[in-house]
């Protein structure tokens, strides 16, 4: 294990939460103005995070009706996030799926260069009908078909960034960034990824995922070392462990109830409102993750979930907090600060791509508090040692594929 941890922020509109912009003291539209990401943005260089993360969607969520969305499209974000700043890095999620290979390459190629080497990519394949209706298709690609794109898009444009002569920035080319736990994700990862963003509830199950995307990149002739593995993290902080719990429970509460249900209705592939609240979830509705379609990564989260902790519909909304599936961790900043370095030094995480509760006062309370606590334990830097995002994440330049393969068309709509 390396001696300190990776910690970006991931900047999801309002919070994590599904009612993080109905907070007291939030203002619920911010996320649609520019200064919103550009105000969190220097508060977690100041903090000297590694990256700010930007997750994305190519399409109008109808959840929007419920909750504040994920409004501007990230490459258009980051550009002004980083005339703005000096060296955090900067994280955009952009499809392979509904997107064009060569154009891509050339747009990330050009905010690498124009950031100063401060750019990466996290490579999504796109699930669910709503973005496959946006680009005039009746139904999303297949599971495996997406990822077989995915990796020779990538390759792709990795080898269109190697091939510069002109325009490179001082840390080589982007970083490839890969968020999917699935089968097919798990081979992407290994084949193509630095960093991995990965989902996970249990400290083993995250050691094993984390050993295999290790192994997995060796088998490819990659280093080991080459690949960091960032999980989810969500955060409810208070200055003590009643005040914390107290800001949970109000979140909770304040998370719409149709939002809760449509989103764990989309994540699982049935219907949610025909179960009664109050009794166990129906463990035998859910399929084996391979044969699930959508994001197999929070179906895996959620069907784990309702293994281990049988949990009833309303207790299964309330653990997921209306939100992605990604572990809550709720306590003092001591008690935070305790799960990161258990994690850490478990060899579970390389570090985390920490989503706030709430923004931006969640981020507020982890740059604040969380992080002074682990730089008191030598776990986390206390200045930037290099001015790019591979130098923030101890990362080279791995060499590019020679001759990438032809990247597949979209299957007919």
Known sequence: ?????????????????????????????????????TSIAKKAEAAKLDAVFLADGPLLDPAIRHR?????????????IAAQTERIGLIGTLSSSYNDPDELARRLGDLDYASGGRFGWNVVTTAGPVAARNFGRNAEQAHAYRYQRAAAFTEHAVASWAARTS????QGRPVVVQAGGSSDGRRLAARVAEVVFSADQDLDHAKAFRAELRAGAAAHGRS???IVVLPGLSTVIGSTEVEAKARRELLDDLLPDVYARGRLSGQVGFDVGELDDDEPFPLDRLLDPDEAGGSQTFYRMVRGIVERERPTLR???????????????TGTPEQVADDIELWFRSGAADGFNVMPDVLPSGLDDFADHVVPELQRRGLFRREYEGST??????LGLPAAPAAPGPVPALEAA
Request: glycine share 14%; no cysteine; aromatic share 6%.
């Open 389 to 394: 995002l591979r130098s923030h994440l101890g």
């Open 167 to 170: 325009l490179v920035s001082p």
């Open 1 to 37: 294990m390396p001696d300190q941890l990776h910690l970006n922020v991931n900047i999801l509109n309002a919070g994590v939460f599904g009612g993080s912009w109905r907070l007291p003291g939030t203002d619920p539209l911010a996320s649609y103005t520019i200064d919103h990401y």
């Open 224 to 226: 080991p070392d080459g």
């Open 68 to 80: 504040a969305g994920n409004n501007l499209e990230p490459s258009t974000v980051l550009a002004r």
């Open 315 to 329: 207790q299964l909304l309330r653990k997921l907090g209306g939100g992605f599936g990604h572990r809550i961790v």
